[in-house]
């Protein structure tokens, strides 16, 4: 071991010999892959707090503090402008030099929060846009997965999703904006707050490492129930319902026995009443628990029931039937209580309130709810002529009918008659509208002709014309609200008091399951939202901000006191998620709305509506689904008149239908066919206002009965009526400012409308009005104007289309009768085929810009002398003329010509002895000269 190391000597090199190969080819070097690329963060204190930084936030402000990275960029778009962050690309921009062309990039990712911020639109979403020329990618929602929270977190969107089949984002050294869009032009926007953009190269994101999952949080644990000593209100389905006071129970089969003026009876689970009393006491309420029912019936004679709130709570029952007795005798329900708003600010009580509970009223209807007058039914009349026997069989003496005003020649159509004082005439003749003069029948026989006569028991106060119709008004069932019932705002202290001086008008409403279903019942003087102005109650409690099950207790405070609130309509489905069957009643009038369907699935068939000063059927959140049909709809006059573009934007859509309508729909997904509507209406007999905003959000509820493919869907402008529903062979007679409006309804395939007749009695209005629409075709239509005034008011139109210049029309088998104008023109089009347009003082009003051409029409009446012959119709430039001597600019009044080769070319410059009916020097194709067109000859009849 103590021995020296051996030494080892060294390795000889290898001894080298040379190759006779080439040598080999270097590989070509790779591209150098982009990096990841940070383009904002809450730490870059240079970019967030420099004239540099600022020049590439666009719209919007920095939060925070950049050196102790917290700063965030804060955007809240206005109507004008969207929030921008922009990548910029030489020092005219002033931002962000060189940065790389981002369809480089596999993803880009935000740090960011934000939210509705109260905005009624949305959801909130951002783009990518710029380059030459300017261009905009997809929009990326911020939904799902990728909605916005109140908590910073990072989203990673792929740039491929960005990218458009016709822009890949490059920007070719051009500025791009990251945009965070706003939504609508008015009302809160979304708010976005970012702290930091990257983009990720290609493989970044798949490369990081995996996040840690979180445990699954434990579920919030159910809300500590407020003490029932201190408790307001118990929460069912959409509603804090006031607690009730009941201080009589019942849990058997008896309806209590001494009851007196302001009890309160609650049937438990299990009590299955009978109640056939002739007469109650004025209940405070009668509520029917979870599990109980109660039957109204008559057993010996009619039932009466006096009572301020009748409740039916979910699981319970309420069955209000005249069928076991035949029809022999009636109950009548009357609604008879005050406010206190110091116990019910939101106003729900006084009336019947189905929060998920079980609802059936059958009762007596007549096999023919109207019959149409053959002869007109002078003042002072005890006679009524009907169109055939039908009516004989089942009407009977002491039935009670409703006459539509039919006053010819009231200014209906003015724009201003509110405020100028025009007043309807007031020539209804009905219960409740005129006391004094309700028609009654006291006999009914059947003429040699085969037609009814209804012998009254007291002359007519006023005309009714022939082609208008009687309505029959008398059922089994009545709900009504007490004598002197009024609204809120018809309290002498409506601004601030806490009871009402006065019962108040009592409201039926259901929501949820369970069931609501009637027939044969009149609803008298029910409703108590008005067409004012909606003010809403607003309240607040210790359990506010959660989602709590039915029966949870919490004590509201009111923090705005509202006087009009929504919903409290005559009859109404809330969001009921049973269909419901409504068939064969009568509602007389109402202060706004008469029977309401609401984010529901409704059947409405063969009612008779009278004096809903609203509307008398209301579609009113665009995602209602089911039939509109055979119902009587008359009109009072009632209504503000006032469009609903008036009210939208400041009311964020929550305001609508109060102008005087007989049906008005938010969405197209009904069907409304064979109604008949007459009388006066404020506004329009049929309206459709199908505007997205504030209701796209809103989605077709799953309904049983409802389409498949429907549920789940927002369905509003882009859908034609024919599509799921339809508008189909309608009728109106009486006087309006527009027979059927249309309002920012623009589906590709167009809208059909079918069989519609009008018949104006006004000296103003419209047969067909549309704002912001589209393409509507009209098979088999007829809009008749009575009055002679009417042709002298050129601006009484038979079809009129306003700030929709892309609109078009096509007429086909239809009519057109007695306007001032027949049809204002807009460049979209119209064409007309088989139809008629027959004495009407100008056919055409043409809008000062190019139209295309019109096809052949049977024409009549309307030019001087009513002479007869061949007429072409000319669309020369900006102006549409006939071969008239002299022409008349925008108003076409005709004349025949014979040869339109011999037409004066003085006379219409550019026109002379060409066949085509223009000089050859400019005829491109036949009939056509510099955007004139030649339409082909018209047969005068």
Same mark, same amino acid.
């Given at each position: ?16 010999? #040379? ?15 982009v990096p ?23 719209? =919007?402000?920095?939060?925070?503090? *950049? ?7 804060? $955007? ?9 962050l922009k ?32 905005a ?9 846009a ?5 261009r ?5 929602v ?13 989203i990673?969107?792929?740039?491929a999703?960005l ?55 434990? #579920?919030?644990?159910?809300?500590t ?37 302001g ?12 109640y056939?009393?002739a007469?109650s006491?004025?209940?405070? %309420?009668?509520?029917?628990?979870? =599990? ?9 004679g ?7 709130t ?27 209580g ?13 009336g ?12 007596r ?19 009524l002529?009907l ?19 039919t ?84 309290d002498?202290? *409506? ?5 009402s ?24 003087r ?27 207790l919490?004590?509201?405070?009111v ?12 009859v109404? %489905?809330?969001h ?14 109402s202060?706004r ?5 609401h ?6 068939e ?20 089911g ?30 239908a109060?102008?005087?309508? +007989?049906?008005?729909?938010?969405g ?12 006066i209406?404020?506004?329009a007999?049929?309206s ?6 504030f ?19 927002s369905?509003?402008s ?14 109106a007679?009486?006087? $309006?400012g527009t027979?059927?409006?249309i309002?920012?309804?623009?589906p ?14 006004g ?21 008749? *104007? ?16 306003n700030? +929709? ?23 979209g ?8 347009l ?9 809008w000062p ?8 029409a049977?024409?009549t ?5 009513g002479?007869?012959g ?5 669309v020369? +430039? ?7 001597d ?23 410059p =550019?026109?002379?002895t ?12 036949? +009939? ?8 082909a ?5």
């Amino acid at each position: 071991a103590a021995r020296p190391l051996t030494p080892v000597p060294p390795t000889p090199p290898p001894t080298l010999v #040379p190759s006779t190969a080439a040598p080999p080819t270097p590989a070509p070097p790779t591209p150098a892959p982009v990096p990841d690329t940070t383009l904002y963060s809450a730490t870059d204190a240079e970019l967030l707090s420099t004239s540099n930084g600022a020049s590439c936030i666009e719209y =919007g402000v920095v939060q925070g503090d *950049a050196a102790a990275s917290s700063a965030y960029i804060q $955007w809240t778009p206005n109507k004008w402008h969207d929030g921008r962050l922009k990548i910029g690309d030489g020092d005219s921009t002033g931002c962000r030099v060189g940065t790389p062309e981002l369809y480089e990039f596999e993803h880009v990712c935000l740090t960011i929060r934000g939210g509705q911020n109260g905005a009624a639109c949305g959801p909130p979403s951002f783009v990518f846009a710029g380059g030459a020329p300017y261009r905009t990618s997809n929009a990326i929602v911020f939904e799902g997965d990728r909605a916005l929270t109140s908590e910073f977190r990072e989203i990673c969107v792929p740039v491929a999703e960005l990218q458009t089949a016709e822009w890949n984002l490059e920007r070719r050294h051009y500025t791009g904006y990251f945009r965070f869009q706003k939504c609508g032009q008015s009302g809160p926007q979304p708010q976005y707050e970012v702290q930091e953009l990257t983009l990720l190269a290609p493989g970044s994101l798949a490369a990081r490492p995996p996040t840690p999952v979180p445990p699954t949080p434990m #579920p919030p644990p159910p809300p500590t129930p407020v003490p029932e000593s201190i408790a307001t209100h118990v929460k069912y389905g959409h509603f804090w319902l006031p607690l009730l006071d009941a201080n009589v129970r019942v849990f058997g089969t008896a309806w209590p026995a001494a009851l007196v003026d302001g009890d309160c009876v609650w049937l438990e689970g299990g009590a299955a009443v009978v109640y056939s009393a002739a007469a109650s006491p004025r209940l405070r %309420c009668v509520v029917v628990g979870p =599990g109980a029912s109660l039957t109204v019936a008559p057993e010996v004679g009619d039932v009466g029931m006096t009572v301020g709130t009748l409740v039916v709570l979910p699981g319970g029952v309420l069955d209000v039937s005249t069928e076991e007795a035949g029809h022999a005798h009636r109950v009548v329900i009357t609604f008879d209580g005050v406010l206190d708003r110091a116990a019910d600010p939101a106003e729900l009580l006084t009336g019947l309130l189905s929060v998920e509970g079980v609802v059936s009223l059958r009762g007596r209807h007549p096999c023919v709810i109207k019959a149409e007058l053959v002869e007109t039914a002078a003042s002072g009349a005890t006679e009524l002529v009907l169109a055939g026997a039908a009516a004989a069989g089942c009407w009977a003496a002491g039935d009670e009918l409703v006459l539509p005003d039919t006053h010819v020649g009231y200014d209906a159509g003015h724009y201003d008659k509110a405020r100028k004082g025009y007043t309807p005439p007031g020539e209804t003749e009905a219960p409740v509208f005129s006391p004094a003069h309700v028609p009654t029948i006291a006999a009914v026989s059947v003429n040699a002709d085969g037609n009814t006569v209804v012998t009254l028991a007291a002359p007519l106060a006023y005309a009714h014309l022939a082609g208008s119709h009687a309505g029959h008004v008398t059922r089994t069932i009545t709900l009504k609200s007490a004598a002197g019932a009024a609204t809120p705002q018809d309290d002498p202290d *409506a601004a601030d008091f806490t009871v009402s001086s006065a019962p108040i008008r009592g409201h039926v409403l259901h929501t949820g399951a369970g069931a609501f279903d009637f027939t044969g019942v009149r609803f008298e003087r029910l409703g108590r939202t008005t067409t004012q102005l909606i003010n809403n109650t607003k309240t607040t409690g210790t359990l506010e901000g959660g989602h709590y099950p039915d029966g949870t207790l919490d004590r509201r405070v009111v923090t705005h006191q509202g006087n009009n609130q929504i919903g409290r309509y005559a009859v109404h %489905c809330h969001h009921c998620r049973v269909e419901v069957r409504w068939a064969g009643s009568a509602l007389l009038e109402s202060p706004r709305d008469g029977m309401t369907c609401h984010n529901s699935r409704c059947f409405i068939e063969q009612n008779v509506i009278v004096g809903a000063d609203g509307t008398g059927v209301f579609g009113e959140d665009s995602s209602e689904t089911g039939v509109v049909a055979e119902n009587y709809l008359v009109g009072t006059g009632g209504g503000t008149s006032g469009g609903d573009d008036g009210r939208f934007a400041s009311r964020a859509g929550g305001d609508v239908a109060f102008g005087g309508f +007989g049906a008005w729909f938010r969405g197209p997904l009904m069907l409304v066919r064979d109604n008949v509507a007459e009388g006066i209406f404020g506004l329009a007999p049929y309206s459709y206002f199908v505007h997205p905003k504030f209701v796209s959000h809103i989605l077709v509820p799953d309904v049983p009965g409802t389409p498949a493919a429907l549920v789940g869907e927002s369905r509003t402008s882009g859908t034609g009526f024919q599509e799921w529903g339809g508008f189909v062979n309608n009728r109106a007679f009486g006087s $309006w400012g527009t027979a059927l409006d249309i309002s920012y309804s623009t589906p590709a395939a167009g809208n059909d409308i079918v069989g519609y007749e009008a018949v104006a009695l006004g000296t103003s209005g419209r047969g067909l009005g549309t704002t912001h629409s589209g393409w509507f075709r009209l098979t088999n239509c007829t809009f008749r *104007a009575v009055p002679a005034a009417a042709a002298a008011n050129p601006n009484m139109y038979g079809i009129f289309r306003n700030n +929709g210049l892309s609109t078009r029309a096509d007429l086909v088998d239809s009519r057109i009768e007695g306007y001032g104008t027949s049809i204002r023109l807009l460049p979209g089009g119209t064409t007309l085929a088989n139809t008629v347009l027959a004495g009407n003082t100008y056919d055409f009003k043409a809008w000062p810009v190019p139209h295309p051409v019109i096809a052949p029409a049977v024409v009549t009446g309307g030019y001087p002398g009513g002479a007869q012959g061949v007429e072409y119709l000319v669309v020369m +430039g900006d102006v549409l003329y006939t071969a008239d001597d002299p022409p008349q600019p925008y108003d076409v009044v005709r004349a025949p010509v014979c040869d339109l080769a011999k037409v004066d070319a003085a006379l219409y410059p =550019g026109f002379d002895t060409c066949a085509c009916g223009c000089s050859e020097a400019h005829c491109v194709d036949c +009939g056509k000269l510099d955007g004139a067109f030649v339409v082909a000859k018209l047969p005068i009849v």
